[in-house]
């Protein structure tokens, strides 16, 4: 009896640490399309935000970049925050009065701050979030503002590109990862709404930018402030960006850690909100969001509960499972490639969603950030 209770805990386990990555993605290719109403050449204005923090090896591209969308788009308004970088990010950005206004934070104040502090500047209708290290593609505002012709939408995550990273196990694994993420957020949108947008590129309606804490994860707040409201936020395929993948292990399990933290204290900050939704929508927010934040808790029991099954039945079993996980952790923390290095980065990153989720659950969270060293 113990040991069919036993083996069915195992089975809900597995069934959980895979739901959100395998049939969650299943369940919404059956559901059925809305459609949107798309229409070029609409005369709505957009702003363009980023903040930046020690930015200055990559702020280069990003002015270039800058300089490109203007060209198509020279009434563009384009608002930067520096968060008191300590090399020349804030010098380039200010050297460049003729493309953006630069607004120097006093000291870490974070991205949250810096982001409410450019929304109470900005004049555009639609105002496009980005990252400091992220490119947009030089027709990115034409095909993004066609879109916002339907007046049910309401925020509009674009497509995040990835490059490099070819050589690292990490970057691979972090690439799939995206890969699946911007699948899911194609397959939500297609029937109703996404459930948060990603910092490197989406939009809002001005009108609807909410307020909220210097804690919270700005990205989900202003995102899902479009389906609050009652809009659509939806995704779309040809609004591209590009941002280079993290190559490093140990700056990619901080990140997770730190994005994790956030992202669970801003659905407590959301939470009377998130009650409100249409039940389709608490569906997809339970199945992409929730569940994956305890996966690595449900990994954990699991390998506890075949430990005990492994013991009830032999303990020669039990220690040979011992012997094979002990190897696993030992070569797969060693391991730079190959499918051991790979399984790793999955576990690792389950590891430190979980982490992340319980810090915010004793009270703790993020306000700022550092940028990664290995883009």
């Not at 012709?149 to 050589?167: K, N, Q």
Request: include cysteine; charge should be positive.
């Amino acid at each position: 009896m113990i040991v069919a209770i036993l083996s069915i805990l195992l089975l809900v386990c597995i069934f959980l640490v895979v739901y959100p990555y395998a049939i969650y993605p299943l369940i919404l290719r059956r559901l059925p399309s809305r459609a949107i109403l798309r229409e070029e050449g609409n005369n709505l204005s957009a702003t363009l935000v980023f903040c930046a923090y020690n930015e200055a090896q990559v702020i280069g591209e990003k002015i270039a970049n800058i300089e490109k969308l203007k060209e198509r788009h020279p009434d563009l308004e384009v608002l930067a925050f520096d968060d008191g970088s300590s090399d020349s990010t804030f010098e380039q950005l200010d050297a460049r009065k003729d493309l953006l206004t630069v607004v120097r934070g006093g000291g870490r104040n974070g991205k949250a701050h810096g982001m409410k502090r450019l929304a109470a500047m900005a004049t555009g209708d639609i105002m496009i979030f980005t990252d400091a290290n992220v490119l947009l593609k030089e027709d990115a505002i034409d095909r993004l503002m066609a879109w916002y012709a339907d007046p049910d939408v309401g925020g509009i995550c674009g497509s995040l590109h990835y490059l490099g990273g070819t050589d690292s196990t990490t970057a691979n694994v972090g690439s799939l990862y995206w890969r699946l993420e911007e699948y899911l957020k194609k397959e939500e949108s297609r029937t109703g709404n996404v459930m948060g947008g990603d910092g490197s590129i989406f939009s809002l309606r001005r009108a609807l930018y909410p307020s909220f804490p210097d804690t919270v994860l700005d990205d989900l707040t202003v995102s899902m402030a479009a389906v609050f409201s009652g809009k659509r936020l939806i995704k779309v395929e040809d609004v591209i960006a590009y941002e280079r993948l993290v190559a490093l292990r140990s700056e990619e399990y901080a990140r997770k850690v730190r994005i994790a933290a956030r992202a669970y204290h801003t659905h407590l900050f959301l939470s009377p909100q998130l009650k409100k939704m249409r039940r389709l929508d608490m569906f997809k927010y339970a199945s992409r969001k929730m569940v994956r934040w305890f996966g690595g808790f449900f990994l954990l029991l699991g390998v506890a509960i075949a430990a005990v099954l492994a013991a009830m039945i032999s303990w020669y079993l039990f220690l040979a499972g011992v012997v094979v996980l002990g190897a696993f952790v030992v070569l797969g923390l060693k391991a730079q490639h190959g499918p051991v290095a790979s399984l790793m980065e999955i576990i690792l990153a389950l590891l430190a969603t979980l982490q992340g989720v319980f810090r915010a659950m004793r009270g703790k969270t993020f306000a700022v950030w550092n940028p990664a060293k290995s883009r």
